[in-house]
């Protein structure tokens, strides 16, 4: 059977090793899907924080020291919308708003997310498919001590500050997985989990109706990349809010919150105590470096990957 990986993905941590993948595996071999529970309107435009961050990373053009944005970046008509009364505290680059715009009004033209993301990868010359997990509105919504708070305001306007006592995704009920993620999980031998956020990256796409209960009856290799490394998050808040959730941070706490949805777990050299623990729970571990500064780095981890997936016996 020809390899078929479904990679669910968040921004930063995701887009890193979906670069890997599409170095390792053809375009018909990969399914990028996309977490869009952050999507946001802002300026009347329709933003996809982490479409936008896989979309960038793979055309070559993301901003390697933020790793969201475009590299070179300028801000001078977010500068004019401060002028004009507008909030500004997220910040939108001067090229990253012609993504926006052209999204925007590919939605108001009538088409799907899927179709309007078709058009801007393709137009960006990206040959493997990235889908976003669902055409429907799904919100991410931060259950603080603060109130609740619409995902983007948690996360960028109050910088993950304010404590979080839970996550609600918004319309979860009734919003569907996209034709993409759909077909995928009907036709991919393999589902990986790239190193996101497991609470608000990858939560939310297995909150998408029928999506957990399609991956637990998958009959291919499930596997994840963990996004704790030492204890801690690489970046951003993913530690943080699993602390203030009560779990526990470390890899062994992302294995548990994948349980009955993922089969083996890398995680890194430097947690290689904790395999035994993982392999307690009915778990592969698979030890390596996985923390991936370098596009040589993210192709090595996604080659280990596919060589996993590609020896897999039940
Ligand atoms: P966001 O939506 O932009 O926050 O991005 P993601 O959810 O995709 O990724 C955030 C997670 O990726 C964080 O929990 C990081 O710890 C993790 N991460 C980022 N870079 C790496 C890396 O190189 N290796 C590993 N293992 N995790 C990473």
């Known amino acids: 059977m020809t390899t078929h990986v479904l990679a669910i993905a968040g921004g930063v941590g995701g887009a890193k090793l979906a670069l890997g993948l599409t170095r390792v595996l053809a375009p018909d071999q990969l399914t990028i899907a996309v977490n869009t529970g952050d999507d946001e ?95 429907d509105v799904l919100r991410t919504v931060a259950v603080t001590d603060d109130g609740e708070l619409a995902f983007q305001e948690y996360f960028v306007h ?49 909150a998408l109706a029928g999506v957990r209960d399609a991956i637990a009856a998958f009959a291919g290799p499930k596997i994840a990349v963990s996004p704790i490394v030492g204890g801690q998050a690489v970046k951003g808040p993913a530690a943080k809010m699993m602390a203030e959730l009560g779990e526990e941070v470390s890899c062994v706490g992302v294995a548990r919150r994948y349980a009955g949805v993922c089969d083996a777990i890398f995680i890194d050299t430097v947690d290689a105590a904790n395999a035994g623990a993982i392999e307690g729970m009915g778990m592969r571990a698979y030890v390596t470096d996985t923390v991936m500064h370098t596009d040589d780095d993210k192709e090595a981890l996604a080659r280990q990957i596919v060589g996993i997936v590609e020896a897999w016996d039940e």
């Open 158 to 206: 109050r910088h993950c500050e304010p404590r979080i006592a839970g996550i609600r995704f918004e319309g979860a009920a009734t919003a569907r997985p996209s034709p993409g993620l759909w077909a995928a999980l009907a036709s991919a031998t393999a589902i990986v989990y790239c190193p996101s956020n497991p609470l608000v990256s990858i939560g939310p796409v297995l």
């Open 41 to 135: 309107t802002f300026h009347g435009l329709h933003v996809s924080p982490d479409l936008d961050t896989v979309m960038y990373t793979l055309a070559g053009m993301s901003n390697p020291e933020t790793g969201w944005g475009i590299a070179g970046e300028t801000f001078r008509a977010l500068g004019a919308l401060q002028r004009l009364g507008a909030n500004t505290w997220f910040r939108l680059g001067d090229l990253d708003l012609a993504t926006h715009i052209r999204r925007t009004q590919l939605l108001r033209d009538g088409l799907t997310l899927s179709q309007a993301t078709r058009e801007l990868t393709s137009a960006l010359g990206i040959r493997h498919p990235i889908v976003p997990m669902s055409d």
